[in-house]
């Protein structure tokens, strides 16, 4: 019977290419595998690496605004875990990321809070 390994990448469409590069290269650190300039489709392809996931930035330009409320059905979060809730939220401060309050999840009792990309996709901390 066919099965899945696990989730190779996750892809996202981005309104600032430059701006959302900075923000998931410089300040969270993804590793760029791979950039490039699609001249046939006038957009860039960003291919970043965070641990064994990949995650893919589409810089497509007149892409339409996220709708954040109400949810849309679709791609909801991206969730990333962190060994310390504390430690995390801080250096997203100081790097002038804001997020919400620290809360705990109801289900697994851990801590958890969101941020935003630059367009508004929301990011999930989870310890």
Avoid: W
Avoid at 17 to 40: A, H, P, W
Avoid at 58 to 72: D, H, M, Q, T, V
């Amino acid at each position: 019977m066919f099965c899945f390994d696990k989730i190779h990448h996750v892809a996202i469409i981005v309104s600032d290419y430059k701006r959302s590069r900075e923000f998931y290269v410089d300040k969270l650190g993804f590793e760029m595998i791979r950039e490039n300039y699609r001249e046939q489709r006038g957009d860039y392809k960003l291919d970043l690496r965070l641990g064994d996931c990949e995650l893919e930035i589409f810089g497509i330009p007149g892409s339409p605004e996220r709708l954040n409320y109400p949810e849309a059905c679709g791609l909801r979060h991206l969730a990333f875990k962190v060994d310390s809730m504390e430690e995390a939220v801080k250096a997203l401060h100081e790097l002038g990321i804001e997020t919400e309050p620290i809360r705990i999840d109801e289900f697994t009792d851990r801590k958890m809070t969101f941020f935003k990309d630059p367009d508004g996709l929301p990011l999930e901390l989870h310890e």
